[in-house]
């Protein structure tokens, strides 16, 4: 893993969208490009034009590198004392403040520290990296004001497909173990299942053991999205299922590529997760994030028939 190293402008700024989510009204970021390297994420066509690539001369839709802001938790510090009107933090956004490159410098903890310090500020925890649990002293100290969630894309026998399409997170073992070990010490929880892939966490009986384990581990609410199709991320993830051998689970990727079939996929998952969330958990509780663009008519019209949990985003 080559690691760029960047300075960034910002330190908590406003995030309207994740307001509109429902997930914060602020958002901290450590660097542009997380080390977890997921094939499937959808950062690079967000951040495609942020001057951090050119100057690392990188690819925004590449692997095999991250870029981080070591400097980070000194403008996290600087505005937690000076933002008036307080609220929730997300850490983070679009990289993961936990990933290798990050916890090398402990930005997770040290932002954590600048924001905890000041009173008024809530924070929400999203990573994929088990090395969160290093930091649950910090989290006792202050467990009224701090959400964490991990990044749960599939049941842990899919631990091997995971891997390839995750190669740095942690394992998803271990992060199931890092979210009971937080609801064991007694720490706020709430779920993240997110992205569930067609042929790898969508089908019913997937859905209901995750749903099942967030809600044992005590999950205040349960975020749900689909794959973001944008960008090359859904053809580099289907090519590498297929060069490891699995190639019903690529197949199943790649026919998602097409709008229609992508529309489908997203109806069907909003059912099953409904259904689930209704018989294991609290539908109340749901979150699912929906972006509508991309549904065709018909499935949009279904799915308002019964949008129950269904958190519509975008312009429209």
């Known amino acids: 893993m080559k690691v760029h190293q960047t300075r960034l402008s910002t330190g908590i700024t406003r995030t309207k969208e994740f307001e509109r989510k429902r997930l914060a009204s602020f958002a901290v970021n450590v660097g542009t490009k997380c080390g977890h390297d997921c094939l499937y994420c959808s950062t690079g066509a967000l951040l495609r034009m942020h001057r951090s690539f050119k100057e690392a001369g990188q690819n925004p839709f590449g692997h095999g590198y991250a870029i981080v802001d070591p400097e980070t938790p000194g403008r996290v510090a600087a505005d937690a004392q000076r933002i008036r009107h307080r609220g929730m933090v997300q850490i983070c956004t679009v990289v993961d403040a936990w990933a290798p490159e990050a916890h090398e410098y402990r930005l997770g903890r040290k932002c954590l520290e600048s924001i ?25 100290k202050h467990r009224d004001r701090v959400l964490i969630g991990l990044s749960i894309t599939g049941t842990a026998d899919k631990g091997r497909i995971l891997g390839i399409i995750e190669p740095h997170a942690s394992p998803i073992e271990q992060r199931m173990a890092t979210l009971r070990e937080a609801r064991a010490r007694g720490l706020r929880t709430y779920g993240m299942l997110c992205p569930l892939l067609p042929g790898i966490a969508d089908a019913p009986e997937q859905i209901d053991e995750l749903v099942q384990l967030v809600a044992q581990c005590g999950a205040e609410e349960v975020f749900i999205e689909p794959i973001n199709p944008r960008g090359p991320a859904l053809r580099v993830t289907q090519e590498a299922l297929f060069t490891e051998g699995y190639t019903r689970e690529a197949a199943a990727i790649g026919q998602i590529r097409r709008r229609d079939q992508w529309s489908r996929y997203v109806l069907e998952l909003i059912r099953h997760v409904q259904t689930s969330m209704q018989r294991h958990s609290d539908l109340g509780k749901l979150r699912f994030l929906l972006y509508p663009t991309g549904l065709t008519p018909g499935d949009l019209s279904e799915i308002h028939q019964n949008d129950t949990g269904v958190i519509w985003l975008g312009k429209d």
């Open 116 to 140: 905890l310090a000041e009173s008024g500020w809530t924070v929400r925890i999203l990573t994929k990296n088990a090395a969160v649990a290093e930091d649950f002293d910090l989290l006792e």
